[in-house]
C-alpha cells in the first residue's frame, strides 16, 4: 500500500468505534445488519464486503473466545489505536499507519525496502501484508490498510492463531482456560516476537528477547502502569507481555483523557492481575536460564548461559489457581449495537465562500471523490505540481483529509542550507488573463503550524514578490497575499524553506485561488469624507478594531459554516411582516437561542441580505452563534487579524486590509453645520466591571464633525450613547504620517483629521489620552472609571482615505436602518446590544442629544427664525444645560447656555467675543499618564459662549482661570477627583457679566470645595 495516494485516504477511528469493532469481531459480528461495508467504501473501488465474512474469527483450541481486554490491551501497545498516520486526530483522515514503510529506523535521511516493516493499521498486521506475501489478495490488502474493522477482524485472527500454536505445542498458562485473562500471557508474547517451532536437537519456543528475566529490564522494576501513568513514556523498559497486561489494568487515555474501554471484570487482589515472577521462565533444565548466572564479562548477557541467547522457552507455567483467582472481561457493546460516529475533527472546508469567478487550484483534481469531501460548488482549474529536494525528502511528506477540497499536504520545515529536504509546491491557473487579482491561499484546520510560510507570488511579467505567512490557526482560513498585477503564466510558489528550527514546524501545501479586483468610484461627497476623517489611537490593551460590515457578515467557520446567524424573538414568530420576510428558499440550519420565556428563533447568514430578511425591532445578529461572555470566543477568523492580545483585524496585516474599516454619513441638513458622521462597529463589547455596561456583543460608535471651510468648528464624540462636543482648538489633530499638531485655524490644512482616543473595552470616544487608571479615566458625569484611553496604539489604516468607506443610504432597506439589535447579548436577548446607526437618535442629531440630560446641542436650522435668529421659546425647551460640552476629558468647563444656543445656530463659534478658560496645577509635583503636571497648564479651549479644558481631573490645589466679554452669569463646572479616587463635578455661578474668576480647590471638612481667588473687572 503506497503512501500519499490520493485514493488511499484513511479515516482515523475514535475510541468508541475501535471497542465496538474489537468486541464485535471477537464475536464474529463484523457483518450481516450490524456492518456490511458498501461497494467504493473509502473511495477503494471495491464490491461490497464484510470483515467477518473475510476473516471469520479462528475457533480456539478448547473452545471459547478472546476476551475483549485482551484485544484491547494488546492494540493499545501496538498503536494507540490507531489506524491512520499519528498525524491524524480521530475524524480526520491521512495515510496508513506503517510501522517503518521506508526502513529508515526512524531517521529522515535513507530509505532501505529490505529493512523496511510492513506492520499495518491498528493491531499492526504485518507478514500478510508485504509486497511478496500471496496470503492476502491486493484488495486484502487495501481493506487491512483502510479500514480499522478489517484490520481489527485480521488482527484477532492471528491472535487466535497464536493461541492454538502454544496450545498444541503444550505451552499453557496455568488452567489453560482462555476465559481468564492471566492465561493469555504467552499469546500475547508470542503475537509480538513469533513462536519458533520444535526442531529436533534445536532450542524452540518463545524468544529471549521478552523473557521477563532477560538483564535488558531491571529487576526492580513495578508492573506496567500500576504505580504510575507515567510508565508509558518508556515502554521499552518492560517485556511485551507486561506491558499488554498493564494496559488490561490500566485503560488506554483517548486523546482527550478519557478511558478507551473498561477495565476487567472480577478482579482479585484489589484490581489487580496475578503476575508470574520474573524468574518463572528461567530454569536450567528446561531453557539453560539461571537467575543466580552473572556473566561478569558482559552483565548485560547474564542470565541466559547459552552463547546464542536462544534461552527459548517451551514448558507450561502454573502460577496462579485460576479456579478462584484470575481475572474475565466482559462485553460492554451488545450484539446489535451500530458502528458508532466518528469525530468531527478538523472538518474540511468542501465548498468555495469566495467570489463568484474567482480561479481556485486545489491540490488534486476537483473530481477525485477523496475521503475528505464528497464535492463542492467549485472546480479546480488549474495545475498544482510538487518538486522533492531528493529521494529521501518524501519519508517526510504526508497528506490529510482536512482544508479545501477535504485534502492538504504538509512537511516539516528545513532551514535554506538543506537541499535535500526541501519541498517546492506549485500553484498554477488556467485561463487567467492579464488584470489584478486578489490572491489568495488557503490555511487548512490541521497540518499546519509555521507562523512563517514563505510563498512567492510570481506575475507572469519575470517579476515575483514574496509573502510570509502564518499557517498555525487551526481552522480553515483563505488568507490574502495581497493585490497582485498579474499576466498570463502567474503562479504561487511555496517552499518549506523557514527561519525556525528544522524539523520543528510544519508547512501545509493546500489551495491558492485568483481573483479579479474592481476599483472603487469616488466623488465630492467622499473627498469631503476622507479629509475630514478621524485618526482612531486605541489604548494599548484594547483588543477590537473597526470592521468592514459587508465582510463581516460573510464570515464563516472552521467547519465552512456561516459564522453568524439572524434570530427574532419567538413572540414575534409569525407575524406577518416581520418573520415572514424570509421566504420559502431561506437558509436552512435554523436552530432555537435561550432558555425558559426569553428564546428566540435563529437562521444563519451567508450576508447582509440575509440580516435584513427579518425586519422585526425584535430581531438581532447573533455573533459567532456563541452566548458567551469570554471575549476570546469571538475573536477574528483571520489568523493574521489576531496579533498579540488583539482580537481583531486592524487593516495593517498583508491581505487583510479589507476586513477594517469606518462608515461616513453626510447628516441632513438640519441645522447650520453640514456634519459628516464617522460610525464604527466593533465585534465585542468587552468591560465586564460588574456594572450595567459590562460585556456585550456588538458595539456602534462614532465622531461627527462640523466643517467650516477648510477646517471645522468642534467635533463630537460617542461615549455610551451620547454625544459629547469638544471645541476644535481643545483637540489634537494628525496628518496623513499621524504625525500630531494643532487643529488650529480654518487656513491650517493640519488641522481636518481629529485624533480620537478610543478606550480600552468600551470604545468610548475621548479627545484626551488617559493612562492611569483608576483615578483620572472616568466616563462622562460619573464616577465610574474607564479601563483606560492612553492612544498609544494607531489603527492600520489611519492613513489611508480608502479606509472611509460611504454607508448605505437610510430608507433603502440596507443594513445601517436594519431594526434589530446589533449582538444577542442583554435579556431579553438582544437588548444588551446596540441598534444600527440609522435608528439611533445619535445618528439624526449629531449636534447632541437634546434630552434633559444633554441639552447643549447645535440649534436645528427648522427651529431659527427666518432672520436666522433663534426663538426664544425654542432656546428655552432646548438648551437647558452645557453637560455635552462637560464631556469626560474635560476638567473644567464655563458656559453661557442662551449665547451657546445662539453661537451654535448662527455659526459664530469662532467669534472674536471669546470665553476662554485655563487651568493652572499646584506646585506640589505629580504624574499623571506619564506626564509632569507641575505648574502645568491644560489643553484649553475657547469660544464664544462656552470654554473648555481637557485634562485630568483637578485635585486640592489646583485653580482654574475664567475669563472673557462672551460670558453672562456663566456656569462653570469643575471635575475634581477625592482622595479615594472618586470624581465628582463642582459647580459655580458666576454673577459678573465679564471679567477674570479664579476659583481654587480646597478641602474642608473632609470635604473638596471651591473657592474664589479673586476677580478683575476690567
Not at 517503518?100 to 529522515?108: E, H, K, M, R, S
Not at 483502510?146 to 492463531?161: F, P, R, S, T
Not at 488584470?435 to 510563498?455: F, K, M
Not at 475630514?532 to 477590537?544: G, H
Request: proline share 7%; charged share 20%; net charge neutral.
Amino acid at each position: 500500500m503506497p503512501r500519499n495516494d490520493l485514493r488511499r485516504q484513511v479515516p482515523q477511528p475514535n475510541a468508541k468505534q475501535v471497542d465496538w469493532a474489537i468486541q464485535q469481531a471477537v464475536r464474529g459480528n463484523l457483518k450481516g445488519a450490524t456492518l456490511t461495508r458498501p461497494a467504493n467504501f473509502l473511495n477503494m473501488g471495491l464490491a461490497s464486503y464484510q470483515p467477518s465474512n473475510d476473516f471469520s474469527p479462528t475457533s480456539l483450541t478448547g473452545g471459547g473466545s478472546i476476551p475483549p481486554s485482551v484485544a484491547q490491551a494488546i492494540y493499545a501497545q501496538e498503536t494507540n489505536w490507531k489506524q491512520a498516520s499519528f498525524h491524524a486526530l480521530p475524524g480526520l483522515s491521512g495515510n496508513p499507519l506503517v510501522s517503518d514503510y521506508y526502513g529508515a529506523g526512524g531517521g529522515i535521511d535513507s530509505i532501505d525496502y529490505d529493512q523496511a516493516d510492513c506492520g499495518y493499521g491498528v493491531s499492526q498486521v504485518t507478514d500478510p501484508m508485504s509486497a511478496a506475501s500471496p496470503t492476502y489478495s491486493a484488495n486484502g490488502k487495501a481493506k487491512v490498510a483502510v479500514d480499522y474493522a478489517e484490520n481489527i477482524a485480521a488482527g484477532l485472527q492471528i491472535l487466535a492463531q497464536k493461541w492454538n500454536q502454544l496450545k498444541a505445542a503444550g505451552i499453557t498458562m496455568n488452567n489453560g482456560n482462555p476465559a481468564y485473562l492471566e492465561n493469555w500471557y504467552f499469546a500475547i508474547w508470542a503475537y509480538n516476537s513469533g513462536f519458533h517451532a520444535q526442531v529436533t536437537g534445536s532450542p524452540w519456543g518463545l524468544g529471549w528477547t521478552n523473557n521477563p528475566q532477560n538483564a535488558d529490564y531491571d529487576p526492580a522494576r513495578t508492573p506496567f502502569l500500576r504505580v504510575t501513568y507515567a510508565d508509558a513514556a518508556h515502554p521499552a523498559d518492560w517485556p511485551y507481555q507486561e506491558r499488554v497486561i498493564g494496559f488490561m489494568e490500566s485503560p488506554l487515555l483517548d486523546y482527550k483523557g478519557r478511558s478507551s474501554y473498561a477495565k476487567p471484570t472480577n478482579i482479585a487482589r484489589g484490581g489487580l492481575l496475578a503476575l508470574p515472577g520474573h524468574d518463572a521462565f528461567c530454569v536450567v533444565s528446561a531453557n539453560e536460564c539461571s537467575p543466580t548466572y552473572v556473566n561478569a564479562a558482559d552483565p548485560t548477557k547474564s542470565y541466559c548461559m547459552r552463547d546464542d541467547r536462544k534461552c527459548w522457552w517451551n514448558q507450561p507455567v502454573t502460577h496462579v489457581d485460576c479456579s478462584a483467582n484470575c481475572t474475565t472481561s466482559a462485553f460492554t457493546y451488545a450484539i446489535a449495537d451500530p458502528e458508532p460516529a466518528t469525530d468531527p475533527n478538523y472538518l474540511p472546508a468542501c465548498s468555495s465562500t469566495l467570489p463568484s469567478g474567482s480561479i481556485v487550484v486545489d491540490n488534486q483534481p476537483t473530481n477525485l471523490n477523496v475521503e475528505g469531501c464528497g464535492g463542492g460548488n467549485w472546480t479546480n482549474a488549474g495545475s498544482f505540481d510538487v518538486t522533492l529536494g531528493s529521494g529521501v525528502a518524501v519519508i517526510d511528506w504526508h497528506q490529510l483529509g482536512a482544508g479545501f477540497g477535504g485534502h492538504t499536504f504538509f512537511t516539516h520545515n528545513r532551514p535554506p542550507t538543506d537541499l535535500t529536504h526541501r519541498v517546492t509546491g506549485t500553484w498554477t491557473p488556467a485561463g487567467l488573463t492579464a488584470g489584478r487579482y486578489a490572491v489568495s491561499v488557503h490555511i487548512p484546520s490541521s497540518g499546519a503550524s509555521s507562523e512563517a510560510a514563505s510563498y512567492t507570488i510570481d506575475r507572469g511579467d519575470g517579476t515575483t514578490i514574496s509573502k510570509s505567512l502564518n499557517q498555525h490557526l487551526h481552522a480553515n482560513r483563505w488568507m490574502s497575499l495581497g493585490e497582485h498585477d498579474l499576466q498570463p503564466g502567474a503562479r504561487v510558489v511555496l517552499t518549506n524553506v523557514t527561519a525556525a528550527a528544522s524539523g520543528t514546524t510544519t508547512v501545509a501545501y493546500d489551495s491558492v485561488a485568483f481573483t479579479r479586483v474592481a476599483s472603487q468610484p469616488t466623488g465630492p461627497e467622499d473627498d469631503l469624507a476622507k479629509a475630514f476623517r478621524p485618526a482612531l489611537f486605541f489604548d494599548t490593551s484594547e483588543k477590537w478594531r473597526p470592521l468592514n460590515v459587508p465582510s463581516f457578515l460573510t464570515e464563516r467557520g472552521a467547519d465552512g459554516q456561516p459564522t453568524h446567524a439572524r434570530c427574532i424573538d419567538d413572540h414575534d414568530v409569525g407575524t406577518a411582516g416581520e418573520f415572514e420576510h424570509d421566504p420559502p428558499e431561506g437558509l436552512a440550519g435554523r436552530y432555537t437561542l435561550g432558555a425558559g420565556d426569553d428564546t428566540a428563533t435563529c437562521a444563519p447568514i451567508q450576508s447582509a441580505v440575509d440580516l435584513l430578511k427579518w425586519r422585526s425591532d425584535r430581531t438581532f445578529l447573533h455573533i459567532n452563534r456563541t452566548l458567551s461572555d469570554d471575549e476570546g470566543q469571538y475573536a477574528s477568523p483571520y489568523q493574521g487579524c489576531r496579533q498579540g492580545s488583539r482580537l481583531d483585524c486592524n487593516g495593517g496585516e498583508a491581505g487583510l486590509t479589507d476586513r477594517s474599516a469606518i462608515y461616513y454619513s453626510l447628516a441632513p441638513a438640519q441645522s447650520a453645520y453640514q456634519f459628516i458622521e464617522y460610525w464604527f462597529f466593533y465585534r465585542f463589547n468587552s468591560f465586564s466591571d460588574g456594572t450595567d455596561i459590562g460585556n456585550h456583543q456588538g458595539d456602534w460608535e462614532a465622531v461627527a464633525i462640523a466643517p467650516n471651510g477648510d477646517s471645522f468648528e468642534f467635533a463630537s464624540f460617542s461615549g455610551h450613547g451620547r454625544w459629547y462636543s469638544y471645541l476644535r482648538d481643545a483637540l489634537t489633530c494628525v496628518d496623513i504620517q499621524d504625525q500630531e499638531g494643532s487643529c488650529g485655524s480654518e487656513q491650517a490644512p493640519v488641522g481636518r483629521r481629529i485624533k480620537v482616543f478610543v478606550a480600552n473595552g468600551s470604545h468610548a470616544n475621548y479627545g484626551f489620552g488617559c493612562s492611569e487608571f483608576p483615578s483620572t479615566c472616568h466616563q462622562s458625569m460619573n464616577d465610574r472609571p474607564e479601563r483606560g484611553y492612553d492612544g498609544a496604539v494607531a489603527w492600520g489604516r489611519n492613513a489611508e482615505p480608502a479606509a472611509v468607506l460611504p454607508m448605505p443610504a437610510l430608507g433603502t432597506g440596507g443594513w445601517p436602518d436594519w431594526a434589530g439589535h446589533w449582538g444577542a447579548s442583554g435579556a431579553p436577548l438582544g437588548d444588551g446590544s446596540p441598534r444600527s446607526p440609522g435608528v439611533q437618535s445619535m445618528f439624526n442629531q449629531p449636534w447632541g442629544t437634546c434630552d434633559y440630560r444633554n441639552p447643549g446641542c447645535a440649534l436645528p436650522r427648522s427651529a431659527a427664525r427666518p432672520s436666522g435668529k433663534p426663538g426664544r421659546a425654542d432656546l428655552g425647551n432646548r438648551v437647558r444645560n452645557c453637560d455635552t460640552w462637560f464631556g469626560p476629558g474635560v476638567n473644567a468647563m464655563a458656559c453661557d447656555r442662551g449665547a451657546l444656543g445662539r453661537s451654535i445656530a448662527n455659526r459664530e463659534l469662532g467669534s472674536s467675543r471669546r470665553a476662554r478658560i485655563r487651568v493652572l496645577r499646584s506646585a506640589s509635583p505629580r504624574r499623571v499618564g506619564g506626564r509632569s503636571l507641575r505648574g502645568s497648564v491644560e489643553r484649553s479651549a475657547a469660544s464664544a459662549a462656552v470654554a473648555q479644558s481637557l485634562g485630568a481631573p483637578l485635585r486640592v490645589g489646583d485653580r482654574v482661570e475664567v475669563r472673557g466679554a462672551g460670558l453672562r452669569r456663566a456656569h462653570v463646572s469643575l471635575k475634581v477627583a477625592e482622595p479615594r479616587n472618586r470624581v465628582r463635578v463642582l459647580s459655580w455661578a458666576v454673577p459678573e457679566r465679564s471679567g477674570l474668576v479664579t476659583l481654587e480647590v480646597i478641602e474642608r471638612r473632609g470635604t473638596l470645595r471651591l473657592r474664589r481667588v479673586e476677580s478683575d473687572r476690567a
